[in-house]
């Protein structure tokens, strides 16, 4: 008797997209308490480092092994380029000029860049006008959420907010790239991109910011775990699946979720209302996020395949 494997449900992937959305959502409230008392160099270093030691036990776990050909490293070498040497290094200088609520409608838009970049040269995965559609709603909703206001600082502080915008089509493009991962688990991926940033990170921290004379506390030093495991290894693993299930498009969307995950925070732990504004906001990304990952009728059982 042959068993047929079950296949993931649309239901389920989005469920780890909204989990997803809640760990890179919450990473900025850990990163910010971190900051304060660790260097913005080596808390991206230790951050890749302890994700990737993570990463290997779960490899471990799964009985899993890295690749030994080179062109799976070269590309996992560019897939960290991508997704955290560059991205997260451009950011965290371009954060340093930039609104933190403009910054977060700016890296909202890699959605657009991956529907563009999909629509006129890769055409790896169907693009629809409804998908054009829930990636620009989902960009009115982040504006909602973060309020009308927040693009009054267009123009001003330019090179860091093309910053903000390069790191957004970065991760557009790490999306896209990630697909051609096929011979590859998500959690070989995952372990193999931080693998590649903490070689990189790691020497360029020690020799800038010679961390052994740092006296982080323990508050600090908790949300750099939290930071490590949760935030990045957990949410890796979530992402390279979600690239092999939602596709790029859909993975890419849950930059519109990250901006109701501060607001629904801050009712749960902090007491806070809501206004109206911001839930036409939410109500505005969840639709947008809806509409993006709405399978076509041809696509729906190609595009849910094997994580």
């Known amino acids: 008797m042959v068993v047929k494997q079950k296949q993931p449900t649309l239901f389920i992937e989005l469920g780890f997209l909204s989990l997803l959305a809640l760990l890179w959502g919450s990473s900025y409230l850990f990163a910010k308490v971190a900051v304060t008392e660790i260097p913005p160099l080596t808390l991206v270093a230790v951050r890749v480092s302890g994700a990737t030691l993570f990463l290997a036990v779960v490899l471990i776990v799964k ?12 590309m996992l070498f560019v897939q960290s380029v991508l997704s955290s040497i560059a991205a997260w290094t451009i950011l965290a200088w371009g954060q340093q000029y930039v609104d933190s609520a403009l910054a977060s409608v700016l890296n909202s838009t890699s959605p657009i860049f991956v529907f563009f970049i999909t629509f006129l040269f890769t055409r790896h995965e169907k693009v629809t006008g409804l998908k ?3 990636a620009t709603l989902g960009l009115l909703g982040v504006i909602f959420i973060v ?8 123009g001003q502080e330019v090179l860091g907010q093309l910053c903000a915008v390069g790191g957004a089509f970065l ?3 790490a999306a896209i790239y990630g697909k051609r991962f096929t011979h590859l688990s998500s959690p070989v991926i995952a372990t193999g991109t931080m693998l590649w940033a903490s070689l990189v990170l790691v ?15 323990t ?6 775990i939290i930071l490590s495991i949760f935030c990045t ?6 992402y390279f699946r979600l690239i092999k299930t939602l596709g790029s498009l859909g993975v890419a969307s849950q930059a519109y979720l990250r901006a109701g995950v501060g607001v629904m925070l801050g009712v749960a732990f902090l007491g806070e209302e809501i206004s109206f504004v911001v839930a036409i906001g939410i109500l505005a990304a969840v639709v947008g996020v809806a509409a993006i990952n709405m399978p076509t009728k041809a696509a729906e059982q190609e595009k849910l395949s094997k994580p």
């Not at 009985?63 to 070269?74: G, V, Y």
């Not at 309020?147 to 267009?154: F, I």
């Not at 290894?233 to 979530?238: D, P, Y």
Request: charged share 20%.
């Open 63 to 74: 009985k899993e092994r890295l690749p030994r050909d080179p062109r799976s490293w070269r």
């Open 132 to 134: 054009l559609l829930g």
């Open 147 to 154: 309020g009308v206001d927040a693009l009054n600082g267009l």
């Open 171 to 173: 991760y557009g493009c």
């Open 203 to 217: 020497p360029v921290s020690l020799v800038v910011d010679r961390p052994w004379t740092l006296t982080p506390s």
């Open 219 to 224: 508050e600090a030093l908790g949300s750099l």
């Open 233 to 238: 290894g957990v949410a890796l693993l979530i």
